[in-house]
């Protein structure tokens, strides 16, 4: 069963950081493309940073220069270094998993991040 276990969210100041973890229950972590998302109330859910299999990595303009993305294939764990945080970062995270080849899209729960003074 696929279990995707994201922890590390919490209320930060703004300018502060925070380390967003997801530990991946899954079969064959590495094959996976891995991803981290984010909603905040009244907007819909929106792509933060992916990285591929092959270590590529993406980023919305947004957060570029501010977050990293990461993983640890040995751990399958992903990981979300957050920095310099803005009030507008305050949102729900998720973990997500997806292989276009299996037609797999995995989700987690969710972890809040809040940042305000």
């Known amino acids: 069963q696929v279990q995707l276990v994201e922890s590390g969210g919490g209320l930060v100041q703004p300018g502060g950081s925070l380390r967003l973890s997801c530990a991946a229950v899954?079969?064959?972590?590495?094959?996976?493309?891995m991803a981290w998302y984010r909603q905040a109330p009244g907007n819909q859910r929106e792509l933060v940073a992916r990285?591929?299999?092959?270590?590529?990595?993406t980023y919305a303009y947004s957060v570029k220069g501010r977050f990293t993305i990461s993983r640890d294939n040995a751990k399958n764990t992903v990981y979300l270094q957050m920095n310099i945080l803005k009030p507008e970062d305050t949102a729900v995270y998720y973990c997500?998993?997806?292989?276009?080849?299996?037609?797999?899209?995995?989700w987690g729960q969710g972890t809040q991040v809040t940042v305000s003074s």
């Open positions: 899954l079969s064959i972590f590495s094959i996976y493309d």
């Open positions: 990285i591929g299999s092959d270590l590529s990595t």
């Open positions: 997500n998993a997806r292989h276009s080849g299996f037609a797999a899209n995995y």
